[in-house]
């Protein structure tokens, strides 16, 4: 079937200006059907970033991706304006190692991890996988590229790797991981908590990152060296009129967009005016995937105090 220009158009140019994207029923938070929801799985698992296109709100995408990419099935997948391929052959690559490569990423040693349920957890997990497992299906832990855990059920693939489970008797489940995942969930405990809408899982991950104390010493060290790092002030600009630290970039809804689109091992600082504020602003960026996350302890007051006595008191 000829393709139409302006659809060849449409999704050429969709391809070249997204490093990573795939065409997908539904969305990345809503996928619309089993392959796709595989496919997103794994790349959730390897990227933090990455663009999608719905083809069932875009019929002419839908019919014209197959005859643009000769593959007749959804998902399709596209790396670097190259086309990999659709949900067997990306778990594939997944399992030999082969999609690290493509996606341009060091490839992970694969670990089996060590998982510490609590009996409660057990008891949860296990009436899931009774209730929704079936032929074929097994117990899933994922942890993305922020280290979001989310617990499914799904098919066993070539690539899984099997946890060590530590638990109190026998758990009458496997609990599988993607290669990615296994190489950040050793050591997590998983139990049960209760919120306000009921019971839910709680994973404790002592592998995610945290953000880490900065002391105005460090700072002024950093600064000194011209290390590359953003440094960003998330007081009010009526405070910043009074006193700034040189080089701080006050933290508002532009700069926050323009951080938030930086790789995610950019080293960011934040300072207020004693560490409180900007100790919730780090913790929202260590959220967003972000590695290098610093609080300056003490703020701009530690700041004036040992470093610049010139810079207002307040």
């Known amino acids: ?5 302006a659809v060849r158009q449409e999704i050429s140019e969709t391809i070249q200006s997204n490093d990573v994207v795939l065409f997908m029923k539904g969305n990345r938070g809503s996928p ?33 991706i197959k005859t643009f990419s000769s593959w007749p099935t959804i998902p399709q997948l596209y790396v670097k304006g190259e ?49 929704h497992g079936g032929a074929g299906r097994e117990l899933h832990l994922s942890v993305d590229a922020s280290f979001q855990a989310n617990l499914s059920i799904a098919p066993r693939t070539p690539a899984d790797v099997e946890a060590i489970l530590s638990v109190s008797g026998e758990a009458p489940f496997q609990m599988l991981l993607d290669p990615m995942s296994a190489s950040r969930a050793d050591g997590i405990t998983i139990d049960i908590a209760d919120t306000p809408n009921g019971q839910a899982f709680k994973v404790d991950n ?34 910043r009129a009074v006193a700034a630290i040189p080089g701080a970039a006050l933290l508002n809804e532009t700069e926050a967009a323009r951080i938030e689109s930086l790789p995610r091992d950019t080293k960011l600082v934040l300072h207020c005016h004693h560490g409180g504020r900007s100790q919730q602003a780090a913790e929202q960026f260590v959220s967003l995937g972000f590695s290098q996350v610093f609080n300056v302890v003490g703020g701009i007051d530690a700041w004036s105090q040992e470093i610049d006595p010139d810079v207002p008191r307040y």
Do not use: W
């Open 83 to 131: 086309f990999v391929g659709g949900c067997d052959i990306i778990q594939e690559m997944m399992g030999t190692g082969e999609l690290y490569e493509a996606m341009g990423l060091e490839p992970v040693e694969v670990i089996q991890p060590t998982i510490t349920l609590s009996e409660a957890a057990v008891g949860a997990l296990a009436q899931a996988s009774a209730e």
């Open 1 to 5: 079937m000829a393709l139409d220009d």
């Open 206 to 239: 002592p592998n995610a990152p945290s953000v880490q104390p900065m002391s105005v010493g460090q700072l002024k060290a950093a600064i000194d060296a011209a290390e590359p790092i953003e440094l960003l002030d998330v007081r009010t600009p009526e405070e």
């Open 32 to 64: 619309q059907c089993g392959f796709s929801a595989t496919v997103v799985g794994i790349l959730d698992s390897m990227v933090q970033d990455y663009h999608t296109v719905d083809v069932l709100s875009a019929p002419h995408i839908r019919e014209g």
